[in-house]
């Protein structure tokens, strides 16, 4: 036989685009509009309502960047419209959309004339059934129209005005579309989806398969059974067409997937926080008018956060919601309070985003999720399979790493194995998307990609339009109605998530184990960029464990009232900032503003709680105390207490020595040459000099910083290529800063001036670099290097209630694609006997890389941390401004070492002056087991809990005493309810402690 295919595959697609869309509304009639402006930011709905609305020109420019206008639509049903049993009326409301995005661009919500929500209009989802608006045969509702400008840009990664209000302009940037009442005939919508599916299945399949050509006949016989002059009254004839190839049932063989309505929703990104609330309520609002329709209809909701801002500002629609939580539509899933990084957020933030998240879920509908749900998050920490399981889940879900730019993972189910040995069921649906559309396309990539055929037979699919883009639609329904047991398909099954994993742990018995971190090899730039929201997040975080640990001590020993309630709302704000596009740095100017206004108003608020806490445990007086909030002594004041600080060590030595400055204190001597540069680092008690012979610390280096794509999310190894190291000085004198003594260094980095501070302490076992710049480079990244004398065939890194191991060689492409690094507070390097701790306040970025020397066969390890980076998109101005970023280097030093200076550099000495001291709540035998969190119970109760973890990655044995009385101890979850912890035994006002490598312990002490 001829082939005939392409021919035939060309007038199939000509036949949809010219008979069938237009047949689905055949007849329509324009409907009165009638408009506001709003002047300035959105309004509540009552307050919209009240205002007089203007004539509304059908096709005119409207939206400036940023603003809101709403619609006012009017009109009358025509007689006899949607009459027949295969037609219905709708409103369709085209706000000038592009047909390219699902989302990125303009959108609105429908509004009835009494406030309450219909649902949601997005680029595809256009339509209002007329029963929705409950106003008979007359049409009169509202439209919030808002004007988002689409910064997508084609993905093209130019330099944008529209990310801040300031610079996005005031010109329109969209033209008012079709705005009509119209009439659907439902059997041609139906065949056009029998053709969507078919269609898309049909060019999956191999050319040699006679089901290809089966439908593509049953195409062909369709299109002469229609009638092009008269779609809608021969539609019937052409489904009847399609019937056979579509009541063809799947292989016996074929893969399960089992599909959940999702919708991606970034709590931040290309819009700002108060956009994304409004994109929640169009999204939930569109999600239960499906499930009105589609009882089967399953939606996974991910974010505590946004349901909690649709209780507050849409309680109609969250009223709604939670009715579709208790039929099991609606699911809750993740436990998290939004879907934060899991690469920066410190220990206790980790934990408090599944307390507050699965609380809310709780609280507010009785249900707990069991998995953890990050599907767009740039890459997941080790630590995170034991925080998992600490909150009560046991699965974990996640869809980023198939960006991977290099190695693919080579299991789709698998236990993932955390630093402490917890292992949790983790999937990575093969659909590699979480915002699929149920195509032909993306099914049968699931099917060939997935990688454990003959072990396991289920998969998840995610769908629904994501990023802000709308949600589910009910065309992907009917996609999942078609495929649901169709020949040469996967068998497509709507459900829950929760019914995915039971069934998939069920069935796939001995399985495949990761250990370790799930690096995404792809938005490393993620670890530096905007530099400003990462230290207003480390420093909250520290100053959240202050707050907590004075307001504990003065609940017990004062009888403070403890600030709950405000303590709970500061971790909330801390904690959406964590959102996967905020703490990263990859949102848009706006969101980065508001993030920094944010973290100055929780600086203030938990200054002053720690200011009265403080007042209330030390009393009035004049003597100065040390608030140590450290788990370890400092200064002579015991770990968590408060009490006067002892003066330790000699005062440092300076002396001028060929042009620089060697400092000493009797623990570490510092030479720093004329130019600045860290000459040698040498610890007493070793005698060994740190750095490297004829290399340098303190090296600051100036790279090209120009990414493939993705400027604020990637760096690219080349950009190692291309380096200027800052070598000179402009200027360098000493200071003496009473018993210490500080080298200031003045150098240019390209056109920015910086200002290094180089002090030594009197009694420090370290050296502490400060560099403040006024940085005003583009396309660049600024680097500041170690050149350590160690032999280290691997780097440790702090992470959330521990630390990672990272191979320093490049034996593997996966070691080989690592070449940037995040580590929280420290990170160490060392051979057998000796290593070197470099600590930082706010910097996540680092690389380690090793050299073998050739004149003395020696061993360089180079420590480099990334201070700023300043790409172009999506904040044409990141990081421009004034920067202080703190550094210190720890020669001679363990773990333990780091563990300690990481605390010591980012809790600074707080003195404050009272009457007396104040002995620590709780009391550790075993430095090696860490204090994280010191706080009253969240019941109210007022019970002591207390977070440890083993910090060594050694089994570490000691008791944990109270210095309260207490009525009894015991273990708990991250939720504070009774959990069994091995290796805790609990005797009276202690408890004692036998644990394994970096495990996590929640201790309750009853009072």
Known sequence: MHDDRRLTEVRLDRFVRERIVPAVYPRSVPLTLSSWDVPDEPVPVPDALRQEFTPQEHGAAWGRPWSTKWLRLQGQVPDAWGTATDTSVEVIVDLGFSSDL??????????????????????????????????????????????????????????????????????????????????????VWELQQDIWTLSGLM??????????????????????????????GTAAAGREALAGVLARPAYASAHHLLATGHAHIDSAWLWPVRETIRKCARTFSNVVALMDEDPRFVFSCSSAQQLAWVKELYPELFGRIREK???????????????????????????????????????????????????DTFGYSAAMPQIVKAAGSKWFLTQKISWNQVNRMPHHSFNWEGIDGTRVFTHFPPVDSYSSEL???????????????????????PFGYGDGGGGPTREMLAAARRTEDLEGSPKVELGSAASFFARAQAEYEALPVWVGELYLELHRGTY????????????????????????ATAAVRAGYAYPADELRRLWRLVLLQQFHDILPGSSIAWVHQDAERNYAAVGRQLEAIIADAAGAVLGAGDTDFLLNAAPHERHGVPALAAAEPVTAGPPVLATEAGGGYILDNGIIRAVINADGLLESLTDYASGRDAIAPGQFGNLLELHRDTPNEWDAWDIDAFYRRNVVRLTGARSL????????????????????????????AAG????????????????????????????????????????????THLNTSWETAKFEICAHRWIHVAEPGYGVAVTNSSTYGHDVTRNIREDDGGTTTTVRLSLLRAPKFPDPAADRGRHELNVTIRPGAGIADAVEEGYRTNLAPRVVRGAHGVEPLIAVSNPALVVEAVKLAEDGSGDVVVRVYESLGERSAGTVTAGFAVNGVHTVDLLERPAAAPGVTAAGDSAELALRPFQLVTLRFVR
């Open 102 to 187: 699902p989302g990125f661009q303009c959108e609105g919500i429908a509004w009835r004339p009494d406030g309450t929500i219909v649902k949601a209009i997005s680029p595809r989802n256009q339509y209002i059934p007329l029963k929705l608006l409950g106003s008979g045969m007359a049409v009169d509702f509202y439209v919030e129209a808002a004007a988002n400008p689409d910064l997508s840009q084609g993905w093209t990664f130019a330099a944008t005005p529209y990310g801040d209000k300031a610079t996005a302009g005031n010109e329109p940037k969209y033209r008012l579309g079709r705005i009509v009442i119209a009439e659907l005939n439902q059997t």
């Open 203 to 232: 060019h999956e399949l191999p050319m040699e398969l006679p089901r290809r050509h089966e439908i593509l006949r049953a195409l062909e016989r369709m299109l002469d059974a229609m009638d092009p002059d008269d779609v809608p």
């Open 325 to 375: 939580v208790k039929t099991g539509q609606f699911v809750p899933v993740g436990g998290m309070w939004v879907e934060s990084d899991t690469n920066m957020p410190g220990g206790e933030a980790m934990a408090r985003q599944f307390l507050e998240g699965k609380g809310f879920f709780l609280a507010e509908f009785g249900v707990e999720c069991e998995e953890a749900w990050l599907p």
């Open 439 to 461: 195509s032909g396309r993306e099914l049968a990539h699931a099917e060939r990609n997935y990688r454990d055929h003959g072990r396991g037979t289920v998969s998840l699919v």
């Open 528 to 551: 530096t960029s905007q530099a400003k929201t990462k230290l207003g997040n480390r420093r909250s975080e520290h100053l959240l464990r202050e707050a907590e640990l004075w307001c």
């Open 733 to 760: 004198t000493l200071e003496s800063r009473g018993r210490d003594a500080v080298v200031v260094v003045e150098r240019l980095a390209g056109s920015s001036a910086l200002t290094q501070r180089i002090s030594l």
């Open 764 to 807: 420090a076992g370290s050296l502490a670099i400060s560099t403040a710049v006024d940085w005003q480079e583009s396309e660049k990244l600024l680097k500041l290097g170690f050149a350590l004398d160690v032999r280290a065939d691997r780097s440790a890194a702090e992470t959330q209630f521990g630390h990672v191991f990272r191979p």
